[in-house]
C-alpha cells in the first residue's frame, strides 16, 4: 500500500489515529451532555437541543477543536472534565511499534493535530508518545486547522518537507482533501477511529485497520 522508498516524511494525526477515537466520541456525545444538565438544571432532552444548538458552529475551524472556546461557550470547565477521564485515553493498536519502525528507517514523523495544547498536554501526560515525534505541530499556534491551506503553507514554513515525498496518515476526509489540494502525495485514513464503532466502509481515501499493515523496514547500516 505504501511505496516506502518514495516517503521521507510521515505526519501523523492524533486523535483517530494514533489514539483510539473512543475517548473523544464518548466525552463530547455522552458525558458532556450529562454534566452540562446537571450543572445548568436541564433535563435531557434541553440539555440535547442547547447542545445541538452549540455544536451547529461549522466543524473544522480552530473554534470547533478549542477547550477554551467551549468552556465559554458551555460555561463548563472542559479541561477539567478532559482531566478527569483522561485515564480512558487510549493509544490505538500498533502504534508504538510503527513508531519504532519509523524512527529504525529514519523517516522525519511529525504529529499534525488540530487538538487543543491543553488537550494535548492532558492525553500526553497519560500516555506520551511525544518522545517519537521530531516534532509535534498544534494547529492553534499556527492560526490555521489542518482542514485549511494556510495550515500546510505554515507548516512549511515551521517544518519543510518535499510534498510529493510526505505520508500523511489522519482519519478525518476533510484533512486528507486539504492535504491533497496542497500536494502531499501519499494519503490513507483509517477505517475504524473509534474501537466502539463499525468499520467504515466508505472512505474515498485508502484506508487500513491497524498500523501493522504498513510496517516500514529497517533502513540498511
Known amino acids: 500500500m505504501i511505496d516506502w522508498d518514495s516517503v521521507d516524511t510521515v505526519l501523523l494525526d492524533m486523535d483517530g489515529t494514533l489514539l483510539d477515537l473512543h475517548f473523544d466520541n464518548f466525552f463530547w456525545v455522552e458525558h458532556i451532555p450529562e454534566v452540562y444538565a446537571r450543572t445548568h438544571q436541564l433535563s ?53 511499534e510503527f513508531l519504532q519502525r519509523l524512527r529504525d528507517a529514519r523517516r522525519d514523523v511529525v504529529m499534525v493535530t488540530n487538538a487543543h ?30 482542514e485549511e491551506q ?36 501519499h494519503l490513507l485514513t483509517l477505517l475504524q477511529p473509534d474501537s466502539r464503532r463499525q468499520k467504515r466502509i466508505d472512505t474515498r481515501f485508502p484506508g487500513i485497520h491497524h498500523f501493522d499493515e504498513i510496517m516500514p523496514e529497517a533502513a540498511q547500516p
Open 117 to 146: 495544547r491543553k488537550t494535548l498536554d492532558i492525553k500526553m501526560g497519560h500516555v506520551d508518545i511525544t518522545g517519537w515525534f521530531d516534532r509535534v505541530v498544534v494547529s492553534h499556534e499556527l492560526g490555521a486547522p489542518k
Open 44 to 96: 435531557p432532552a434541553e440539555s440535547a437541543a442547547r447542545l445541538d444548538e452549540a455544536f451547529g458552529i461549522e466543524q473544522g475551524t480552530l473554534d470547533w477543536y478549542s477547550l477554551d472556546y467551549w468552556s465559554e461557550r458551555l460555561q463548563l470547565d472542559i479541561p477539567a472534565l478532559t482531566h478527569e477521564l483522561r485515564h480512558m485515553v487510549a493509544v490505538r493498536p500498533f502504534v508504538l
Open 150 to 185: 494556510d495550515f500546510w503553507h505554515r507548516l512549511q514554513a515551521l517544518h519543510p518537507f518535499d510534498p510529493a515525498r510526505t505520508l500523511l496518515i489522519d482519519d478525518t476526509e476533510r484533512v486528507l482533501e486539504s492535504a491533497r489540494c496542497y500536494g502531499i502525495a
